[in-house]
């Protein structure tokens, strides 16, 4: 019962877990830099934003980019993702500094409908070197492309991205606004540059798309999934504990011969609760434990073949699910110790011994 119990909800919190994680991996890429794009129609930034961007002194590159959108598979269904179209050594500089690196396959060709793309997004969408990333007749996404683009390369890393040309996305996407791709002077200060940028830049003109910003958004749509989940697991832990307590109860009942015959030969009561608790606690400690081993294997096995090509990013080791599940031997524990003592205090031994 209590593997089960943790095996329940230790896979309920790792699968509401994957809505966060799918989204924060999607969005990884604003820890490498952050890009502005422009609003109301514009087709570029307005010149006096980008001097000001250049002009923050944390800022090190300021990249001008344009590109087009394929669709990724998420938990929410099909999702956009930008393909970004920037010079080769831009592309070498942004790879380096979202720590990936071309493992199979080449870079796209100038001017050529090409795509190189992270390792995650090809098994998202089950692609393989030469496939189509993008077709003309794709729906659902925010630009299309006039010509299919064929995937040349794969990246493995951290970080989920994608790069076309900057001389076809030029050419054939001419109408596509441009963004800047900032980044910062050091690695560990993108986050924090790019808070500065979206408390900075007139959010009228421009939109940045700084990694706190979208995490506070996330979290806050998320709010009332979470509350729920809670309560859900509130209420299953404390069924799972009632029960495993009256068990406690009724296997102390079946032993109460036993107790009695130590308390009347001298055992104190207190060795005795110490006694009955510590069965329990080992028990309701090995069963959690199992049941953990058990939600890890069934979860692990199904990453790959059930839920990723699904769009879900699960972790079978994510740690907040376990922990959810650790009030499960607490509680059973406490339960027997009120139980068990309360009969313990109200335990006659010569009585018992005499019925017997």
């Given at each position: 019962m209590i593997v089960l119990a943790v095996f329940l909800i230790a896979s309920v919190v790792t699968i509401v877990n994957s809505i966060d994680l799918t989204v924060l991996t999607i969005y990884n890429y604003t820890r490498a830099f952050t890009p502005i794009i422009p609003r109301s129609g514009r087709l570029r930034i307005d010149p006096d934003i980008a001097a000001q961007v250049r002009r923050m002194p944390d800022v090190d590159r300021s990249i001008?980019?344009?590109?087009?959108?394929?669709?990724?598979?998420?938990?929410?269904?099909?999702?956009?993702?930008?393909?970004?179209?920037?010079?080769?050594?831009?592309?070498?500089?942004?790879?380096?500094?979202?720590?990936?690196?071309?493992?199979?396959?080449?870079?796209?060709?100038?001017?050529?409908?090409?795509?190189?793309?992270?390792?995650?997004?090809?098994?998202?969408?089950?692609?393989?070197?030469?496939?189509?990333?993008?077709?003309?007749?794709?729906?659902?996404?925010?630009?299309?492309?006039?010509?299919?683009?064929?995937?040349?390369?794969?990246?493995?890393?951290?970080?989920?991205?994608?790069?076309?040309?900057?001389?076809?996305?030029?050419?054939?996407?001419?109408?596509?606004?441009?963004?800047?791709?900032?980044?910062?002077?050091t690695p560990g200060g993108q986050v924090h540059l790019g808070d500065m940028l979206y408390k900075n830049i007139d959010r009228v003109r421009a939109q940045v798309f700084a990694f706190n910003s979208l995490v506070k958004t996330l979290r806050d749509s998320l709010a009332s999934m979470y509350l729920i989940m809670h309560l859900v697991n509130g209420m299953v832990i404390l069924v799972v504990a009632l029960m495993a307590g009256m068990l406690s109860n009724i296997y102390f009942t079946q032993r109460i011969t036993e107790f009695a015959t130590l308390a009347a030969i001298g055992l104190r009561r207190s060795t005795l609760l110490w006694h009955a608790v510590s069965e329990t606690a080992i028990l309701t400690t090995l069963g959690w434990a199992v049941g953990v081993l058990v939600n890890w294997s069934i979860l692990s096995v199904m990453r790959g073949r059930v839920f990723e090509p699904r769009g879900m990013l699960i972790n079978p080791s994510d740690p907040y699910s376990y922990f959810n599940t650790l009030p499960i031997p607490i509680i059973i524990t406490l339960f027997a110790v009120a139980t068990i003592s309360w009969r313990l205090s109200h335990l006659d031994p010569v009585s018992i011994i005499e019925r017997r």
């Open positions: 001008d980019t344009s590109g087009f959108f394929f669709n990724v598979n998420t938990v929410f269904g099909p999702f956009p993702f930008i393909c970004l179209g920037v010079a080769p050594g831009d592309r070498d500089y942004l790879l380096r500094r979202a720590g990936d690196t071309l493992v199979a396959g080449r870079m796209p060709a100038p001017g050529e409908p090409e795509a190189v793309v992270s390792e995650g997004l090809v098994r998202n969408k089950k692609l393989h070197i030469g496939d189509m990333i993008a077709r003309p007749t794709d729906t659902g996404t925010i630009v299309t492309v006039p010509v299919p683009v064929k995937l040349v390369g794969i990246l493995k890393g951290p970080t989920w991205i994608a790069f076309t040309s900057q001389e076809f996305a030029n050419a054939a996407l001419p109408l596509v606004p441009h963004s800047l791709l900032v980044t910062s002077k």
